[in-house]
């Protein structure tokens, strides 16, 4: 059975910086495409990057946040630094399992999810 969990959300400040982890269990993460999405409040699930063997960024994160792998551990990041107020959501994992040349932005495109760690920024 597959099963990915997130952990690393918080209460922080606008500037403060989070790690995000995802693990997973049941699944080698190593060869295949792993996202990061967000929901805020009353709003859609929104892609925020993606890794595969490159990585893709949302335009509202780049160069703020960064995601990585570490297959060793099976666990794919997503470091986030100089956090704002609007960062603030429910931010998932996600992977299909089945690719590894792209990155879809869409979530219906993904078939295992976490089960989401808050992320609160306040101003």
């Known amino acids: 059975q597959v099963q990915l969990v997130e952990s690393g959300g918080g209460l922080v400040q606008a500037g403060a910086s989070l790690r995000l982890s995802c693990v997973a269990s049941?699944?080698?993460?190593?060869?295949?495409?792993v996202g990061w999405f967000r929901q805020a409040p009353g709003k859609g699930r929104e892609f925020v990057a993606g890794?595969?063997?490159?990585?893709y960024y949302a335009d509202s994160v780049k160069g703020r946040f960064t995601i990585s792998r570490d297959n060793g551990k099976n666990t794919v990041y997503l470091q986030m630094n100089s956090l704002k107020p609007e960062d603030t959501a429910v931010y998932y994992c996600?992977?299909?399992?089945?690719?590894?040349?792209?990155?879809?932005?869409?979530?219906?495109?993904?078939?295992?999810w976490g089960q989401g760690t808050q992320v609160t920024v306040s101003s």
């Open positions: 049941g699944r080698t993460f190593s060869r295949y495409t």
């Open positions: 996600a992977s299909d399992f089945t690719s590894f040349s792209s990155i879809p932005t869409m979530s219906v495109e993904y078939n295992y």
């Open positions: 890794i595969s063997w490159y990585g």
